[in-house]
């Protein structure tokens, strides 16, 4: 026994029809597809469905399994609680799902529990599969910051779990496409977001799932997408495995998409091991990338490589041995970017110096960018061949006295008032007008957008490496 099936649906409360209240006719193919996809729990009955929603409890280092006896929600939050579900966890399989993790030191488990209700991602496929078949244990699986060959990998802890209590297992991967496919949408348009819902719908119409961790993360955060994770969840639980996919439904009449497909479990398939074939792929091109850094990134690299795998920062003697003479001679701010798979990883830096030289600058920010950044987890061994780096030396900065004074592809920017102060660096990706670029340093900064008596400051950079 094991997982035998596996259901990509959206969740939109409005397909419930004492909420939609007459709107649901609009996607009235999708409801039809609905039905059909909970029908197959009834067809397959397992033991345990297992629902991963993107509105469950999440964290950015962690997937948090809920705990617990039994849990319940309704659609109290839009106009309608009298419309509810209640179902009955699978302890045993929460246990050994958290034992396996621990074993093997994986970010996962029921630890940091904040919404005992349950989420209207879950709450919807739970509304149509409950109208087929009722007589499962839940599993409820949040999402997390984590990439998503990390969702993948969740996915197969999963699979695991299955196989050594031998439960029939049903996943259900709860997540709307785009919610940006047209301008009067709630979220507005994004022309990724159409490109998005036609490649995702074609990758899992043909159960391609290989190609979900191919999918840029900045490209889907554009898109505007909330089921990716959820996805790339269920295609590592059926990691291996023969797989029967078909396509049912898509539509986006409210400017976001919805898509429903199903997967039936055949038997195995050792060609279909997604994962390892990707990390392959990641490795050779990090290797090529790497033959290509010049000596400020591959101190960058050197430095976080030791100190992840020593404990303690690379020896300055050692270090410094054939670095050019700028590198020793120099000193100068310095930021380090880290990043893996298109994703940023971690970035910290100096605005002037506060090292000897340029090379001390960059051991102690590769480090802190890759340990130290308190928006990321820090970074792990089995991560290092995966990641690159940037380093972005400071020139000098001079003050302006406005706006106009800056160019977002050539100057970087620092906005202080008082004790407060925050800085951009040039030439980022999607930052490509002042007012977007002083924005995000007044917000770096916590100087709200309507304070006035703000100094400006403009520099540039010499960027060395991938763009950060």
Do not use: W
């Not at 797989?243 to 038997?267: A, S």
Request: aromatic residues 8%; hydrophobic residues 35%.
């Amino acid at each position: 026994m094991a997982v035998a099936a596996g259901i990509m649906v959206p969740h939109p409360p409005l397909i419930v029809p004492d909420v939609g209240r007459g709107q649901e006719i609009l996607i009235k193919d999708t409801i039809k597809a609905y039905q059909e996809a909970a029908g197959m729990a009834a067809e397959l009955k397992p033991d345990t469905i297992v629902v991963i929603s993107p509105h469950a409890v999440m964290y950015a280092d962690y997937f948090h399994v809920s705990p617990g006896k039994e849990a319940r929600g309704d659609f109290g939050r839009f106009m309608a609680p009298q419309i509810g579900v209640e179902a009955g966890y699978d302890e045993a399989f929460v246990r050994e799902l958290d034992r396996l993790c621990g074993d093997d030191d994986f970010p996962m488990g029921t630890e940091g529990e904040r919404e005992k209700e349950l989420d209207h991602g879950t709450l919807v496929p739970l509304y149509f599969i409950n109208q087929h078949y009722r007589d499962y244990k839940l599993v409820r699986i949040g999402g997390s910051g984590l990439s998503f060959a990390d969702h993948y990998r969740a996915g197969r802890y999963i699979a695991r779990a299955a196989e050594n209590l031998g439960r029939s297992v049903f996943i259900v991967a709860s997540g709307d496409l785009s919610h940006k496919l047209r301008g009067d949408g709630p979220y507005g348009y994004s022309v990724q977001g159409p490109e998005y819902d036609e490649r995702i719908m074609d990758v899992m119409g043909k159960a391609e799932f290989g190609e979900l961790l191919a999918f840029p993360e900045d490209f889907c955060e554009k898109a505007g997408e909330c089921g990716h994770r959820s996805f790339a969840m269920m295609a590592g639980a059926m990691d291996k495995k023969a797989v029967m996919p078909r396509r049912l439904t898509y539509e986006g009449p409210f400017g976001v998409g919805y898509g429903i497909c199903t997967f039936r479990v055949t038997g195995d398939d050792g060609r279909r091991g997604f994962l390892e074939l990707y990390e392959s792929c990641q490795r050779e091109a990090c290797k090529k990338r790497q033959m290509e850094d010049d000596d400020y990134v591959s101190l960058a690299r050197r430095s976080l490589e030791y100190y992840v795998h020593e404990g303690r920062m690379i020896p300055f003697g050692r270090a410094e041995e054939g670095l050019p003479e700028e590198m020793l001679q120099t000193r100068a701010g310095v930021f380090v970017s880290v990043r893996k798979g298109g994703a940023l990883r971690g970035c910290i830096g100096t605005i002037a110096p506060v090292c000897r030289n340029i090379a001390e600058e960059i051991i102690q920010n590769a480090v802190s960018a890759g340990i130290h950044d308190p928006r990321f987890p820090s970074v792990r061994r089995e991560e290092l061949s995966f990641l690159e780096y940037s380093v972005d030396v400071l020139g000098e900065t001079e003050q302006i006295q406005g706006e106009d004074q800056l160019d977002p592809l050539r100057y970087g920017v620092i906005v202080t008032k008082g004790r407060k102060r925050g800085l951009l660096l040039p030439n980022l990706e999607g930052v490509d007008t002042v007012r977007k670029q002083l924005s995000i340093a007044r917000q770096k900064a916590g100087i709200g957008e309507d304070e006035t008596d703000v100094q400006l400051e403009r520099f540039e950079v010499i960027r060395h490496g991938a763009k950060s």
